[in-house]
């Protein structure tokens, strides 16, 4: 189904009553003070949601972004992720301790559990300490990343309490509604990593051109339009400023039923980009 412009989101309600921008800006690789100075200018392009995680290595030039940009810090909501290797409670809380002391911030505002790690079995853990560190004012929200929809019933059954957000892979070539309609139906709401694919491919295709071409828009815009009418927070990276508001200017204008459709007709089986399945995939 599409939407209308003027009745898409800009921003969501979490299942925890606090909000989350439409879309996000995504820093992995963003690193040092050429990192912290491309944050702080997507920040002053509008940007209000930033991504980092513990394994980017760039929680300080992260914070340092925020701290440099002209936007007051309680209007910006910082994410990082606790990485695989310390999903043990005792290892989690200091960790997580960590990344806030890192950010150089006197709090993160979404903290994420970066891969579930079914393996080593122990995401339990981590989300209780999530929940800890939320309570310590630590977060404010807390969330997971890369979850099935098997470890987040389980999360609900073993804490009682279910993610406000699920951060996934989601791009035209790997489009997950139906991931996307489990975390809907159970008030999670849905962010995708590396929305726009591989960029490169993506940017090219033919499909994606015409409707960009129709709309008098770019198809990096079509791309991220597409993934706000199915209800989705998309991540995009850039570092010049002109391709940082290029991707934030999609809220004015709708792609058809029929423009919906023909994109969600490029996924392919072999969609994903590393081959990482989070039944099986441990990340370090």
């Given amino acids: 189904m599409s939407t209308s412009p003027e009745n898409t989101q800009t921003s969501h309600t979490l299942n925890d009553g606090t909000t989350l921008p439409a879309i996000g800006f995504g820093t992995y690789r963003l690193n040092g003070r050429a990192g912290a100075e491309t944050v702080a200018r997507a920040i002053d392009n509008g940007y209000r949601l930033i991504d980092t995680a513990f394994n980017y290595e760039n929680e300080g030039a992260v914070g340092a972004g925020v701290r440099l940009s002209s936007v007051p810090r309680d209007e910006i909501v910082v994410t990082s992720k606790l990485p695989g290797r310390h999903h043990a409670f005792d290892q989690a809380v200091p960790t997580i301790e960590e990344s806030v002391y890192r950010t150089g911030l006197d709090h993160l505002d979404l903290l994420l559990i970066h891969w579930p790690n079914p393996l080593t079995d122990r995401y339990v853990e981590a989300w209780q300490a ?34 406000s957000v699920n951060q996934i892979e989601l791009h035209p070539r790997f489009p997950q509604h139906e991931a996307v309609r489990w975390n809907t139906e159970h008030g999670i709401v849905t962010e995708a990593w590396s929305p726009l694919g591989r960029a490169s491919e993506i940017l090219q295709n033919e499909t994606l051109e015409q409707i960009a071409h129709a709309h008098g828009r770019t198809v990096a815009q079509v791309v991220l339009r597409w993934h706000l009418q199915n ?28 423009d919906l459709a023909a994109i969600d007709g490029l996924a392919r089986e072999d969609g994903r980009l590393n081959g990482q399945d989070p039944a099986t995939y441990e990340e370090f």
């Fill in 231 to 258: 209800g989705v927070v998309p991540i995009p990276k850039a570092t010049h400023s002109d391709r940082q508001i290029s991707n934030l200017d999609v809220f004015d204008f709708d792609l058809s039923d029929e």
């Fill in 130 to 163: 999530l929940i800890e560190a939320r309570e310590r004012g630590l977060t404010r929200r807390i969330g997971v990343s890369n979850f099935l929809p098997e470890h987040l019933e389980r999360l609900e059954r073993e804490t009682g309490v279910l993610p």
